[in-house]
């Protein structure tokens, strides 16, 4: 029996090898006035920076370009909107990693409307978000956020009281995301690792989350395989190996939609916290945690034999392993192994590389929620987490 469920819509998807050239029209079909977003060493040193200018101009698009070059801040969003919001932007164009388009989608959705987007940020602002933007197409440069699919921009503020939240509204879903593998090419290794490590946890967080429903598991369980398959490739051969890039895209883009309908786990809750206030990475907060959240959540959900999640973990565990035909315990023991290896081999940073020690654990616990983790870990259970990456 299937459980009941609903399935919000996408953006038109375009995937595969070369389509970026099909950016150019698709950005004509929606206007002429275009807002260009890169991040620099995204395009502009994988070669595709003039091709894919170049392609804007030659439709006649008349373009302006902004250089995102970190994790969008309240600040960095109204200065960008304060300069284009009386300029007639019709189309706004994110090309690069989750970043630019969590900006492309801010800026897209901060044109129209008064104000800072601190005042609509959730958890931060009073004002509700209208729903009005400027058509935005997303063309992602990495495999891990899957931004390109969903309805929110993370935006962040960096410091002792820094945060990590969303602007967030169902018309905010792309217009449009162009999926092109060759632009992962150049793609360096250590980013390849970390966002390849954030569309894994995503996948997995949103497989087992409590809101999981039959669509988000079909693709969970295909982007997974797909992360088995060819995350450790595109960190080895990242720059020639196009089927492994092909693979991660796809997984990327699946952990997307997964996310946006089923929701996330503790990996993520404890990602905003540490980003807001050791400025990690996002994908680097991710990855370092997965191993440590993942063997405490199977063995609270070992005391719980008959619970979904624990079922689930044993199908992953199997995709995951390299044995056949034994118990499902020395799957599960192995899935644990699995994820640190896959730690040590991508080279994940430790947090405490980032500033976190002891003293900092409590305040990072506090401000962490499970979303939708599957089972509670005990406040003793989270600190040993964290420091198992100090
Ligand atoms: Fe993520």
Redesign the pocket.
């Given at each position: 029996m299937i459980d009941s469920f609903q399935f919000s819509s996408l953006p038109e998807i375009i995937f595969g090898r070369g389509k970026r050239n099909e950016l150019a029209a698709a950005v004509n079909a929606r206007g002429n006035r275009v807002l260009l977003l890169t991040r620099s060493y995204s395009i502009q040193n994988s070669g595709y920076s003039d091709e894919i200018i170049s392609g804007l101009k030659a439709v006649n698009l008349e373009l302006e370009h902004e250089i995102i070059a970190q994790e969008p801040s309240p600040s960095l969003i109204d200065q960008i909107v304060e300069k284009y919001r009386h300029s007639g932007i019709e189309v706004v164009v994110a090309v690069g990693g989750?970043s630019v388009m969590d900006a492309g989608k801010a800026i897209s959705a901060m044109i129209p409307v008064e104000g800072s987007i601190r005042e609509y940020l959730e958890g931060v602002g009073e004002k509700r978000h209208p729903g009005l933007k400027i058509p935005f197409i997303a063309m992602p440069t990495t495999s891990?956020?899957?931004s390109e699919m969903t309805k929110n921009a993370v935006i962040s503020e960096v410091g002792e009281e820094g945060f990590k939240k969303s602007l967030r509204h169902h018309n905010f879903i792309p217009e449009l995301a162009i999926i092109d593998p060759e632009m992962m090419l150049s793609c360096p290794a250590g980013l390849t690792a970390a966002s390849g490590m954030?569309?894994f946890?995503?996948l997995l967080e949103s497989y087992l989350s409590t809101r999981a429903n039959a669509m988000t598991d079909a693709l969970a369980l295909q982007g997974l395989k797909q992360i088995k398959k060819y995350l450790l490739r595109a960190f080895l051969e990242g720059e020639q190996n196009i089927e492994a890039r092909s693979g991660m895209a796809l997984a990327a883009m699946f952990?997307g939609i997964t996310?946006a309908h089923a929701g996330?786990g503790l990996v993520?809750g404890f990602?905003s916290p540490l980003g807001g206030f050791y400025h990690i990475p996002?994908?680097v907060a991710?990855g370092s945690l997965m191993a440590p959240v993942f063997a405490t959540t199977i063995d609270n959900l070992l005391e719980q034999p008959d619970h979904p999640a624990i079922k689930k973990l044993i199908i992953i565990s199997k995709v995951f392993a390299d044995f056949k035909y034994k118990q499902d315990m020395e799957y599960l023991q192995a899935f644990k192994e699995k994820l640190i290896h896959f730690t040590t081999l991508l080279e994940i940073p430790l947090l405490s590389e980032y500033g976190l020690n002891e003293e900092g654990v409590q305040k990072v616990i506090d401000c962490t929620s499970h979303k939708f983790h599957p089972v509670t870990l005990s406040n003793e259970q989270m600190a040993n987490v964290l420091k198992a990456r100090i």
């Open positions: 989750g891990g956020t899957g954030d569309a946890s995503q952990s996310l996330l993520h990602a996002h994908g991710c």
